[in-house]
C-alpha cells in the first residue's frame, strides 16, 4: 500500500524567501505525481504534474522534481509571496490516488 | 473551459438521514473521482467512474454509492448518514491517457447533526 509523507507539517517564512516542501512516498509503481494547492474551505488547484518518466517540472516561479529510485519529490518555490499561504498537498497516481497530508504554508510580509 | 462543479456547496443533514452529491467534470473529461476529506484523516480516495462504471474502489463502508451517467456527470450517495461522515467532499475529473492530469472541483462541505 502507498505511503506518503510530507514534510514539514507546517512553514512560516518571511516573503521573499526560496523554500523546498518535501514529499515521500514507499512505492516507486506510480504514474505520475501532482502537486496541488488548496486555500482553506476550498478545492484544490493543480499546479505541477511529473510523469513517471520525467524528472521535473516547471511553471513560473514553482519547480518539482521527481526521484524515484530514492521515494522522493520536492516542491521548490522561488521569491515566495503572502498569496503563496496555502496547504500545499502530493499526490501519487498508481490505479487510485494517494495523497500526502500536506504542508501548511504561511509566508509573512 | 468550464471547471469542475459541484453541487450543493453545503448541506447540512441529521443522523439518519441519506445525501446526494452531485459532480459535473470538465468537458470531455470521462473519468470522475471522488473523496472524503477531514481534518483527521486527510483526504482519502472514495471511488473512481469512468464510461458509467466503477473503476477503483477505496477502503469505504456499503453506505457511500456512486454513480456516473452517459453524459459522464456523477452523483455520489451516503446512506444513514453518521456524525463522522461529517466532511469536504471533492470531486476531480481527469482525461484518460496522457498526463492524466486530475482537476477538482471545490467541494461540497457536509455537515452531520
Known amino acids: 500500500k502507498q505511503e506518503v509523507t510530507q514534510i514539514p507539517a507546517a512553514l512560516s517564512v518571511p516573503e521573499g524567501e526560496n523554500l523546498v516542501l518535501n514529499c515521500s512516498f514507499t512505492d516507486s509503481a506510480i504514474y505520475n505525481l501532482q502537486w496541488f494547492r488548496q486555500d482553506p474551505g476550498k478545492g484544490l488547484t493543480s499546479l505541477l504534474l511529473i510523469q513517471s518518466s520525467q524528472r521535473e517540472q516547471t511553471s513560473g516561479r514553482l519547480n518539482a522534481s521527481l526521484d524515484k529510485s530514492s521515494g522522493r519529490s520536492t516542491l521548490y518555490i522561488a521569491a515566495s509571496q503572502p498569496g503563496d499561504s496555502a496547504t500545499y498537498l502530493c499526490?501519487?497516481?498508481?490505479?487510485?490516488?494517494?495523497f500526502g497530508a500536506g504542508t501548511r504554508l504561511t509566508v509573512k510580509p | 473551459k468550464a471547471g469542475v462543479t459541484q453541487t450543493p456547496r453545503y448541506l447540512i443533514k441529521t443522523r439518519g438521514q441519506q445525501v446526494t452529491l452531485s459532480c459535473s467534470p470538465i468537458s470531455g473529461h470521462r473519468s470522475v473521482s471522488w473523496y472524503q476529506q477531514t481534518p483527521g484523516q486527510g483526504l482519502q480516495f472514495l471511488f473512481e467512474?469512468?464510461?458509467?462504471?466503477?473503476?477503483n474502489k477505496g477502503n469505504f463502508p456499503g453506505r457511500f454509492s456512486g454513480r456516473q451517467f452517459s453524459n459522464s456527470r456523477s452523483e455520489m450517495n451516503v446512506s444513514t448518514l453518521e456524525l463522522g461522515d461529517s466532511a469536504l467532499y471533492l470531486c476531480?475529473?481527469?482525461?484518460?491517457?496522457?498526463?492524466?492530469?486530475?482537476?477538482f472541483g471545490p467541494g461540497t462541505r457536509l455537515t452531520v447533526l
Open positions: 476531480a475529473s481527469r482525461m484518460t491517457g496522457g498526463r492524466n492530469e486530475q482537476f
Open positions: 467512474y469512468f464510461s458509467e462504471t466503477q473503476r
Open positions: 499526490a501519487l497516481s498508481s490505479g487510485d490516488m494517494r
